[in-house]
């Protein structure tokens, strides 16, 4: 076999053992590229894994936190439109002629020092109308003029007051009902 020379622009001449004068030598230098400690290769290779492994438990418990958040804001959303449906049926209800009495034997709660006050659990579950509810509706009739009455609803989340809104009637006989 014939010595073959090797030029300094020859992609391979890095990789093989070349005399000063351009030519390749009998060894090769493939042999100088194989690892010759494969322990400290395969550590390596291991600890890449448990890096990997790690960003993807990170990862993961990212997405499960998000998701878990997604979830109780759906909740709270559906919580709050039912709050204001509630809220709504109750102020037809007294726009139609109904006094708190009646409101009261209607939707419940406690009528307390001229105001209804309606409590809903997390789950919007009735529930006692008082500072523990965790969503409460408070009704109170306000001012009435000449022939005209208006009440205050407040919604209300834990100590948050979500909205606060006027309702107003007018009084079929001029009288307070």
């Given at each position: 076999m014939?010595?073959?020379?090797?030029?300094?622009?020859h992609p391979y001449r890095q990789l093989l053992d070349v005399s000063e004068d351009g030519y390749a030598l009998e060894q090769s230098s493939l042999a100088k590229l194989k690892p010759t400690d494969t322990k400290s290769s395969s550590r390596g290779f291991f600890i890449e894994l448990l890096i990997d492994l790690v960003v993807f438990v990170?990862?993961?418990?990212?997405?499960?936190q998000v998701i878990a958040i997604a979830q109780l804001r759906l909740e709270d959303s559906s919580a709050i439109a039912k709050l204001g449906q509630s809220s709504v049926n109750l102020a037809e209800n007294?726009?139609?002629?109904?006094?708190?009495?009646?409101?009261?034997?209607?939707?419940?709660?406690?009528?307390?020092?001229?105001?209804?006050t309606l409590g809903y659990d997390r789950q919007f579950q009735?529930?006692?109308a008082d500072?523990?509810?965790?969503?409460r509706i408070v009704f109170t009739p306000?001012?009435?003029g000449s022939g005209y009455a208006?009440?205050?609803l407040q919604l209300i989340q834990g100590d948050k007051t979500l909205i606060d809104w006027?309702?107003?009637?007018?009084?079929?006989?001029?009288?307070?009902p």
């Open positions: 014939s010595p073959h020379r090797i030029t300094a622009d990170i990862c993961t418990l990212v997405c499960l007294w726009k139609s002629g109904a006094d708190l009495e009646g409101l009261q034997d209607k939707f419940g709660g406690q009528l307390t020092g001229g105001q209804l009735p529930t006692e500072e523990a509810a965790w969503y306000e001012e009435r208006t009440a205050k006027s309702v107003g009637r007018y009084l079929a006989n001029r009288e307070e």
